[in-house]
């Protein structure tokens, strides 16, 4: 089976950096992807991983470690819009090419 | 704005009832994927479709199916609603294999 975990909630500062962890145990790996929901609005994708390494992008950076089933989104700058629930998904690769997503973590910025 | 776009936006029906959720991928994106995602919940994966073809399902009940028609866009339809069917339906689309999925607002599904 597939198997995504995230935590579930987190809380930080205004201003400071925060990673995100997700790790996964799934078959034919094909790319990994983080979205940002905000309550009840639609994702909206943030960045996507498909070989090791870390991917910057404005204040959002993702690191993947294919070898480790791990990745994680590291927020700088944070600002209060930032408060959101983070998903991290896994695409995998087999016929059926879909997105297998984990239950995200809600964050949480403080001034 | 994503370019999907998914109609109605809200829908309140009755247990038992059936309904028909709408939702137009991007242009030029062959793939569609529907997910049910409940109060505080993740995001399911029901079914998805490419070119008019089924490719995956997940945990969708028998009471569910979609399609996908000749002019790519799709429709989810749930029947013998029942009270836990409530929640937001969110069509996605994506081109291929190695891009990323574009999210529409969803539809939101209230079964009184």
């Known amino acids: 089976g597939q198997n995504i975990d995230q935590p579930t909630e987190m809380t930080a500062t205004e201003g400071a950096i925060v990673q995100i962890n997700c790790t996964y145990q799934t078959s034919g790996f094909n790319g990994l992807f983080w979205y940002q929901q905000h309550a009840g609005e639609a994702p909206t994708f943030l960045s996507y991983?498909?070989?090791?390494g870390l991917e910057e992008k404005g204040r959002f950076s993702s690191f993947l470690s294919r070898s480790k089933g791990y990745s994680y989104l590291l927020l700088k700058e944070l600002q209060m819009k930032d408060s959101a629930s983070y998903l991290c998904a896994v695409r995998l690769h087999n016929y059926g090419q879909n997105f297998v997503f984990g239950p995200g973590t809600r964050l949480s910025v403080l001034p | 704005d994503s370019g999907v776009t998914q109609t109605p936006k809200h829908l309140i029906t009755a247990t038992g009832q059936r309904v028909t959720l709408r939702c137009s991928p991007r242009?030029?994106?062959?793939?569609v994927y529907w997910y049910q995602q409940s109060l505080d919940q993740g995001l399911q994966f029901l079914i998805q479709?490419?070119?008019?073809?089924?490719?995956a399902k997940g945990n969708i009940l028998e009471r569910f199916s979609a399609q996908q028609f000749p002019d790519l866009h799709s429709e989810l339809n749930l029947s013998s609603l029942e009270l836990g069917d409530s929640a937001l339906y969110f069509c996605?689309?994506?081109?291929?294999?190695?891009?990323?999925?574009?999210f529409g607002q969803g539809t939101r599904l209230t079964v009184v």
């Open positions: 991983n498909v070989l090791d």
């Open positions: 479709y490419y070119n008019g073809e089924e490719r």
């Open positions: 996605a689309s994506s081109v291929g294999a190695y891009t990323e999925a574009f």
């Open positions: 242009s030029g994106d062959l793939s």
